[in-house]
């Protein structure tokens, strides 16, 4: 007889501060400092784990603040079996939900921090005299600067969050190794191998990621959508509809990526893009999940 699983999310709060004793318990008191800052979520997916009878697998996500994301991601992802285990000991057996992954990511509400770097670019007159302020940091630049940073939130956003449907999509067809099973053209493939070698290369780089998907460029993302249009098929009206956001939207990375001015009509173009893209994939997940 299967288990009557609950399917219930323990409290995430105390789920991290249990773990953050754990972790120091079990001699890693390095890694249970550097999450104690950090944020937690636990996310069921709609796959099965394979593991436990009807147990559904679970990603455990923590959301370090950006300073310690920056410099000690790296720390955290090499002990990463070892935090999964520890994860799986705290998690309530009557859940049944099974955690096979986990995830790091910087926190959002660092947001704040650039808000406040913006406002204090209101003090700009107490260091510079209205003269030199005239000539080298005029008032326009200050308003492009805060349209740009609105652009690239957007950017950000949806790019990474192309970057992680595919992901999941790639997985569900073709298993967790899935990548090489991808048709992938030779400049993508020519690309992927500079990158990798270049973070080989040079160890201040920072890893991009898990899967070789997070050394692709966002236009890269629209290539591989339509080189694999049988897995992404029934997520979308049509090829050209998302292929043709995604490349709108990667011209107007680019621009941004060159500290270049995006005008409002290209704001637009974003903002829209962006809420189509999100709504399309979230309705159609929906759909299949049920």
């Given at each position: 007889m299967a288990p009557d699983w609950t399917y219930k999310i323990p409290n995430e709060d105390m789920y991290l501060k249990a773990l953050l004793i754990l972790l120091k318990r079990k001699g890693l008191e390095d890694i249970s400092n550097l999450l104690k800052d950090s944020t937690c979520k636990i996310i069921q997916?709609?796959?099965f784990s394979r593991v436990r009878w009807n147990a559904y697998a679970t990603?455990?996500?923590?959301?370090?603040?950006?300073?310690?994301?920056?410099?000690?991601?790296?720390?955290?992802?090499?002990?990463?079996?070892?935090?999964?285990?520890?994860c799986n000991e705290l998690m309530p057996k009557e859940a049944g939900l099974d955690v096979l992954n986990?995830?790091?990511?910087?926190?959002?509400?660092?947001?704040?921090?650039?808000?406040?770097?913006?406002?204090?670019?209101?003090?700009?007159?107490?260091?510079?005299?209205?003269?030199?302020?005239?000539?080298?940091?005029?008032?326009?630049?200050?308003?492009?600067?805060?349209?740009?940073s609105e652009a690239y939130i957007y950017l950000y956003v949806v790019e990474n969050t192309i970057r992680l449907f595919i992901d999941s999509v790639?997985?569900?067809?073709?298993?967790?190794?899935?990548?090489?099973?991808?048709?992938?053209?030779?400049?993508?493939?020519?690309?992927?191998?500079?990158?990798?070698?270049?973070?080989?290369?040079n160890q201040w780089l920072r890893v991009r990621g898990d899967s070789d998907i997070f050394y692709l460029d966002f236009d890269d993302l629209g290539s591989i959508i339509r080189n694999n249009w049988q897995i992404f098929q029934d997520f979308f009206p049509s090829q050209e509809w998302i292929v043709t956001k995604i490349d709108e939207l990667s011209k107007c990375r680019n621009l941004v990526a060159h500290n270049s001015i995006i005008d409002k009509d290209e704001r637009d173009l974003v903002r829209?893009?962006?809420?189509?893209?999100?709504?399309?994939?979230?309705?159609?997940?929906?759909?299949?999940?049920?």
């Open positions: 997916s709609s796959n990603t455990v996500y923590f959301y370090l603040p950006l300073d310690k994301w920056d410099l000690r991601h790296n720390d955290i992802m090499f002990h990463k079996d070892e935090i999964i285990s520890i986990i995830e790091i990511s910087p926190s959002l509400e660092d947001i704040k921090i650039q808000e406040s770097l913006l406002d204090s670019l209101s003090k700009v007159d107490d260091i510079l005299s209205s003269d030199i302020k005239a000539q080298i940091l005029p008032e326009d630049i200050i308003e492009k600067g805060k349209q740009m790639a997985k569900n067809y073709y298993g967790n190794v899935y990548f090489n099973k991808l048709k992938l053209n030779r400049e993508i493939k020519s690309n992927l191998g500079i990158r990798k070698e270049d973070e080989r290369k829209v893009n962006f809420t189509q893209i999100l709504k399309q994939i979230g309705t159609t997940l929906n759909k299949n999940k049920k």
